[in-house]
Nanobody, 122 residues
Framework: QVQLVESGGGLVQAGGSLRLSCAAS????????MGWYRQTPGKQRELVAS???????NYADFVQGRFTISRDNAKNTVYLQMNSLKPGDTAVYYC????????????????WGQGTQVTVSS
């Protein structure tokens, strides 16, 4: 079992910055990738950024160079540095981790944290 705990959310004015952290624990060996998603009421959860075990990153189009995802393997932690925040970035941000499925070959298991609220005021 994998446990993910997010932190770093809060209230910030437009143009400000926040750094989200996601600490992973449990059976985390063999993690393929970790990422950040966000969700607002009435919308589906959407990808913000992801990073593979090899360090390859992927960002949603709306990031527009404002966010940076990184990881500290020694601390089993993934970060999301968010700069130039906009009111539209207001959402609950969730960390996830993708691991191989030990039962079904070629399948994966996805774990989610509880989320951290990010609110950007105008």
């Amino acid at each position: 079992q994998v446990q993910l705990v997010e932190s770093g959310g809060g209230l910030v004015q437009a143009g400000g910055s926040l750094r989200l952290s996601c600490a992973a624990s449990g059976s985390i060996s063999g993690v393929n990738a970790m990422g950040w998603y966000r969700q607002t009421p009435g919308k589906q959860r959407e990808l913000v950024a992801s990073i593979t075990s090899g360090g390859a990153t992927n960002y949603a189009d709306f990031v527009q160079g404002r966010f940076t995802i990184s990881r500290d393997n020694a601390k089993n932690t993934v970060y999301l540095q968010m700069n130039s925040l906009k009111p539209g970035d207001t959402a609950v941000y969730y960390c996830n981790a993708v691991l191989p499925n030990p039962v079904v070959a070629s399948a994966v298991r996805i774990y989610w944290g509880q989320g951290t609220q990010v609110t950007v005021s105008s």
